[in-house]
């Protein structure tokens, strides 16, 4: 059964500053079965990235996704005041799975 | 514009029984999968189920396999989850979710705001 670890389980940043979030799994994944998602408290999760690189509509272009295999990664190239919130990678193999999420807050 | 309602939620008791609907809206639903995903307080996502577009396929997480049932009524553009012999550990907020149409790929591209259910006696 393939685990999904998201890393770190916070990050502490300042407005401004480059966001990169790791999201590892225990094997090997299809890219194109990889997502990404932003939650904020209170709000159901937003779908941010689709197979692993493609933004998902409406979705500003300092979010962007990357990787392959067992290694993937959601960098926000400059983060904006409304991009502190939790966010979840997941994958879909015999079932959809979530990674255990990534607390991104203001430093 | 794509619209999901959850409803349904409330307390219920350990070994009780509820039902959740889900309307949807804005789109062709008929086209599409759906799934339940849900969230315990404060803690993260865990996938539940998901149903095909004509209901010919379905799938269950392990946790839930043999007590919960999906379903949908594509005439009536809504999605249900049936939940019995509930416990403690099934208390979460559960958000009704589509599944992309990309070809080649699995998203969940719209949730709905979600409702709370909560096992306890």
């Known amino acids: 059964e393939i685990v999904l670890t998201q890393s770190p389980g916070t990050l502490s940043l300042s407005p401004g500053e480059r966001a990169t979030l790791s999201c590892r799994a225990s094997q090997s994944v299809s890219s194109s079965y990889l997502a990404w998602y932003q939650q904020k408290p209170g709000q159901a999760p937003r779908l941010l990235i689709y197979?692993?690189?493609s933004r998902a509509t409406g979705i500003p272009d300092r979010f962007s996704g990357s990787g392959s295999g067992t290694d993937f990664t959601l960098t926000i190239s400059r983060l904006e005041p409304e991009d502190f919130a939790v966010y979840y990678c997941q994958q879909y193999g015999s079932s959809p799975l979530f990674g255990g999420g990534t607390k991104v807050e203001i430093k | 514009q794509v619209q999901l309602v959850e409803s349904g939620g409330g307390l219920v008791k350990p070994g009780g029984s509820l039902r959740l609907s889900c309307a949807a809206s804005?789109?062709?639903?008929?086209?599409?999968?759906m799934s339940w995903i849900r969230q315990a307080p404060g803690k993260g996502l865990e996938w539940v189920s998901y149903?095909?577009?004509?209901?010919?396929?379905?799938n269950y997480a392990d946790s839930v396999k043999g007590r919960f049932t999906i379903s949908r009524d594509n005439a009536k553009n809504s999605l249900y989850l049936q939940m019995n012999s509930l416990r403690a550990e099934d208390t979460a907020v559960y958000y009704c979710?589509?599944?992309?149409?990309?070809?080649?790929?699995?998203?969940?591209?719209?949730w709905g705001q979600g409702t709370l259910v909560t096992v306890s006696s």
């Open positions: 979710a589509r599944v992309t149409a990309v070809a080649g790929t699995w998203a969940f591209d719209y």
């Open positions: 197979g692993a690189s």
């Open positions: 804005g789109f062709t639903f008929s086209d599409y999968y």
């Open positions: 149903i095909s577009s004509s209901s010919s396929y379905t």
